[in-house]
């Protein structure tokens, strides 16, 4: 055995073995979404439920259901306290009950929060199994998982062999692990969803403004889909995106995205935490022309605007009449968080011939709601503010705010409403000193 090996296995754990090196009192960072690790998770909440704890905080992006079944679960509500950065299905009824706390934050900000502004004890996640040099790949996740790793004073690592082995700045060496655990089980996916009306005319009229070599930036859901399947006929796309999704991997694959005349790492799609189907991560599994790096690089702002013609698209709950767009709060209860949208808007709007959009379905509720309102509701939380906000898009079209009056503002997102709220919505404006 070689020296790394040999460090493994001095190092090597059971689950509840690496819980017990946990301090009480700790504030443990987890791995986000697919870099959950499920063993550790479901050691802590045993060993808090036998009072091997007396009090932890732990904290992280979206929570999935291995943290929903562990240590969210009620009973070790009165040990763990749970701190959001991004609510999810896992934790947004804990934050409404009051059970949990929230910490704001722009994505590209929180590496340095948990390095500089908070005292982060311990960091936990999955790895990708060891190679012969000691180097374990974050892979799906290298987020904030390397900032919460080198802030920490224990590193527990669990290593998964489903997790791919991810080029880039996505490297943990075992010399920086307090203990290793070794958990086989198939990584969270996450489905893609139905497709609606209204996804095919947004998705095409977001198309239009994406010339051939633009860089993009895609979330999830049926916008972004949609907005992929209407590049067939580009060529010579780029990638550079906080989150890689299944539809870049088609893109990829049919040679729409080349990375050519990209100018910023040109040739690798940049991403900083990955989620969707089991394909996709075969598909990042060694490939080299993928590239994970910390979110304090990719959603950087300045870093986001070196790509030329950077085309980010991202979607809101409700925007109001001068273009304030809500995207993480139902009124004051925390639905989402900000991630990374603010990040790409300041980005793309900085890059050279680049264009940020914000896409939304006109209605919500079975069509009874309208996403675009007179005044945002109450409580309702501004996560990109309108100064910010450059194209607007809805299934009834698209519209630059940029160098707009609030007047025209509101005139042309009542046009991107659904029809039978527009007439209250211009009765609402002129009460409103808008038009």
Not at 67 to 82: F, G, K, Y
Not at 189 to 202: F, Q
Not at 283 to 299: G, K, M, W
Request: charged share 20%.
């Amino acid at each position: 055995m070689g020296r790394w090996e040999d460090e493994f296995r001095n190092k090597l754990r059971e689950p509840g073995e690496a819980a017990a090196l946990i301090p009480d009192g700790s504030l443990i960072v987890q791995g986000l979404a697919v870099g959950e690790p499920p063993a550790m998770l479901e050691a802590v909440a045993e060993h808090a439920k036998s009072g091997g704890y007396t009090n932890i905080t732990m904290t992280s992006l979206l929570p999935m259901t291995a943290s929903a079944r562990t240590v969210l679960a009620p009973e070790v509500r009165d040990v763990i306290h749970w701190e959001s950065f991004f609510a999810s299905g896992a934790d947004r009824k804990l934050l409404a009950d009051g059970d949990a706390t929230f910490n704001p934050a722009f994505f590209h900000q929180i590496p340095r929060l948990l390095t500089e502004f908070m005292n982060v004890n311990v960091a936990m996640t999955c790895v990708s199994p060891m190679d012969r040099h000691g180097y374990m790949s974050l892979g799906t996740n290298v987020d904030v998982a390397k900032a919460a790793i080198a802030a920490a004073d224990v590193v527990i690592l669990e290593v998964n062999p489903n997790m791919p082995r991810v080029h880039g700045n996505s490297w943990v060496h075992v010399s920086e692990a307090t203990a290793v655990v070794e958990h086989e089980a198939p990584l969270n996916e996450l489905p893609l969803p139905a497709e609606r009306p209204e996804d095919a005319p947004i998705g095409q009229s977001i198309a239009e403004l994406i010339p051939d070599g633009a860089c993009i930036q895609l979330g999830i859901g049926g916008v972004p889909n949609a907005v992929a399947k209407s590049l067939s006929n580009h060529k010579n796309l780029g990638i550079h995106t906080e989150m890689f999704v299944d539809s870049m991997v088609d893109l990829i694959e049919e040679g729409i995205v080349t990375g050519t005349q990209k100018v910023f790492h040109p040739g690798k799609a940049l991403y900083a935490f990955a989620a969707g189907s089991q394909r996709m991560y075969e598909f990042l599994d060694d490939n080299p022309v993928i590239e994970a790096h910390p979110v304090s690089y990719t959603n950087f702002p300045p870093n986001i605007a070196r790509n030329d013609n950077l085309m980010s698209v991202n979607s809101t709950i409700e925007v109001d009449l001068t273009g304030q767009c809500c995207s993480e709060s139902m009124g004051s209860a925390q639905f989402s968080g900000t991630g990374g949208q603010h990040d790409y808007a300041r980005g793309a709007f900085d890059s050279k011939g680049g264009k940020s959009v914000i896409a939304f379905y006109s209605t919500a509720k079975s069509g009874e709601v309208s996403r675009v309102v007179s005044t945002l509701t109450p409580g309702a939380i501004v996560t990109t503010p309108r100064n910010e906000v450059h194209y607007v898009a809805s299934e009834y079209g698209i519209v630059n705010l940029k160098g707009q009056t609030t007047k025209q503002r509101a005139e042309a997102l009542i046009g991107l409403a659904h029809p039978k709220f527009r007439e209250q919505l211009t009765a609402d404006a002129k009460k409103l000193r808008l038009i």
